[in-house]
């Protein structure tokens, strides 16, 4: 049995005679940039967060840059996160001239909220918030020291489109939601593309406006931008891709459930499902001992598994060159020696599932 990671040619076959449709609707008309289908996609979007802005744009990567420069953030400012996120979190924040002050993390992977306070500084700017793997944060506890101190949340929510936490949407949770739409995430692009959403119209004009530039018209630049915008055909597809996200959240949920009930094996930690929180499962991690050897065990039986991510950020070669000062963060470290994501996307089967299953139990027995 051949059991891929992600299975992006089988989204492709059943949707490509759609995709094409789509594809030539938007190249047989004269906007190729802008039109509406963004307005639409943003419109969709603000529904789906329950916010009352949305900005697209191309990437989950300029969300963050634009969410923070929104924000303020600027040199010598200091913005707390996490460091077992992808590189983009921490370089967002670094490209803006401001320093990463990472907090270690709960067993499920996410910030543990009780050390954020002890991290903040007269240089804090901003808290980002990791909803890591579709799972989210302590937002009521976080909420508060943000309401204390008066320092804005952004929502690094990449990996959480759709989750929900006491019944509210990611991305409405804080000061601005920044999204990916690679095309790994459940709301997938046909490419890179991104988004952010808020409830402050100060906000939605700011990052409306560098995202294309600096325009505040068509002939006058208020502020030197960016080109973030996103990409036309991207938002059609998005736009059609939006209606099946229920459906592809429900299969999601659904192969981590099956996980849960095959797995069980004493050496693997998973993170129990929080009730607070609807979980999307951008991904299903588990924590196992002796983890790569696992790793090259179940790919000789024909499963491809990946790590997210096994070097934290606070390690890595780019983020010592640039401070000296050593960062130790217990639980994230010994976690990226454990953690192991296994196949969850909407196309696997149970009995592929089933399957994963008994090879991880038998990698022990």
């Given at each position: 049995m051949k059991?891929?990671?992600?299975?992006?040619?089988?989204?492709?076959?059943?949707?490509?005679?759609?995709?094409?449709?789509?594809?030539?609707?938007?190249?047989?008309?004269?906007?190729?940039?802008?039109?509406?289908?963004?307005?639409?996609?943003?419109?969709?979007?603000?529904k789906l967060c329950g916010t009352r802005y949305a900005v697209a744009l191309n990437s989950g990567t300029d969300a963050l840059t634009l969410g923070l420069y929104s924000l303020g953030v600027n040199r010598g400012d200091e913005v707390i996160t996490t460091s077992n996120s992808f590189i983009a979190s921490a370089a967002t924040i670094i490209h803006l001239g401001a320093v990463p002050i990472f907090v270690d993390v709960l067993d499920n992977q996410l910030i543990d909220h009780k050390k954020i306070e002890e991290k903040i500084s007269k240089k804090t700017k901003a808290i980002m918030v990791v909803h890591l793997g579709g799972r989210i944060a302590n937002m009521n506890y976080i909420n508060k020291i943000s309401r204390k101190y008066n320092i804005p949340i952004i929502e690094d929510?990449?990996?959480?489109?759709g989750s929900k936490y006491h019944g509210k949407s990611s991305g409405s949770l804080g000061t601005i939601g920044c999204f990916s739409a690679h095309p790994l995430k459940n709301l997938n692009a046909l490419g890179d593309s991104?988004?952010?959403?808020?409830?402050?119209?100060?906000i939605y004009q700011i990052i409306k406006s560098l995202s294309n530039h600096g325009h505040e018209n068509r002939d006058i630049?208020?502020?030197?931008g960016y080109v973030s915008?996103?990409?036309?055909?991207?938002?059609?597809i998005l736009n059609f891709r939006i209606k099946n996200l229920d459906k592809t959240i429900r299969i999601r949920r659904r192969n981590a459930s099956l996980y849960r009930?095959?797995?069980?094996?004493?050496?693997?930690?998973?993170?129990?499902?929080?009730?607070?929180?609807?979980?999307?499962?951008?991904?299903?991690?588990?924590?196992?001992?002796?983890?790569?050897?696992?790793k090259k065990y179940l790919e000789k039986k024909g499963i491809l598994t990946s790590i997210h991510y096994p070097i934290p950020i606070h390690l890595q070669p780019a983020y010592k060159k640039l401070f000296n000062k050593k960062v130790v963060l217990k639980k994230t470290e010994?976690?990226?020696?454990?953690?192991?994501?296994?196949?969850?996307?909407?196309?696997?089967?149970?009995?592929?599932?089933?399957?994963?299953?008994?090879?991880?139990?038998?990698?022990y027995e």
């Open positions: 059991i891929p990671y992600v299975s992006l040619f089988k989204q492709w076959s059943v949707e490509k005679k759609y995709i094409l449709k789509i594809i030539d609707y938007v190249a047989s008309n004269d906007l190729w940039v802008g039109g509406s289908e963004i307005t639409k996609f943003e419109k969709n979007i603000s929510a990449a990996q959480s489109v991104g988004y952010i959403t808020t409830n402050s119209k100060k630049v208020d502020k030197f915008r996103m990409d036309t055909i991207q938002a059609a009930k095959f797995i069980n094996n004493k050496k693997i930690f998973i993170p129990k499902e929080d009730p607070k929180v609807f979980n999307t499962y951008h991904t299903f991690v588990i924590q196992a001992e002796n983890r790569n050897n696992l010994l976690q990226s020696k454990k953690i192991i994501t296994l196949p969850v996307n909407r196309f696997i089967t149970e009995r592929q599932i089933k399957y994963i299953s008994k090879m991880v139990n038998n990698f």
